[in-house]
């Protein structure tokens, strides 16, 4: 099974209530600076750009983490283990999306992991800009890199 969450950036109005949502569960409290997604607005505002972790297959992040503090779970999600975590940061500088921050309280990285399997922001999204997509993939099969993890979002 491999699950992610679909941007319809046509639907995005910028609100911002998926930060909050996201923002709340994380550190109980309302601020989008501390979402695991970032909502870019583009040209003069024109049109919203939300960005969350593209759950990659071939997720960098798991690659260059010298504790091996980054693993996938039983449900594909990409997650990091917070006991493994040493801060270094070198899994947000190499994210090729920018979807990996550092805690400012324990400095340790945090990321979307789908809420295990129920994203709030998704939830809370009032227009449907995001969509909880869960595929069944073929045994032995896995999605190309390419259609999942996206440099230029």
């Given at each position: 099974m491999k699950s992610f969450i679909h941007i319809h950036f046509d639907k995005c109005t910028g609100c911002g209530i998926c930060q909050l949502a996201c923002s709340f569960d994380l550190f109980k409290g309302y601020n989008p600076r501390l979402a695991r997604l970032v909502?870019?607005?583009k040209t003069e505002n024109l049109y919203h750009l939300p960005r969350v972790c593209n759950q990659c297959e071939n997720a960098y992040c798991m690659t260059?983490?010298?504790v091996e503090a980054i693993h996938r779970n039983d449900e594909g999600i990409v997650c990091i283990d917070q006991d493994r975590c040493i801060?270094?940061?070198?899994c947000v500088r190499y994210c090729p999306i920018g979807m990996i921050f550092l805690n400012p309280e324990t400095r340790k990285a945090y990321k979307c992991e789908l809420c295990q399997g129920d994203p709030l922001c998704v939830a809370a999204c009032p227009t449907g800009a995001l969509e909880l997509v869960r595929k069944e993939l073929p045994r032995g099969e896995s999605?190309?890199?390419k259609e999942i993890c996206k440099e230029d979002v």
């Open positions: 909502i870019e607005n260059v983490c010298p801060g270094c940061g070198t999605f190309p890199a």
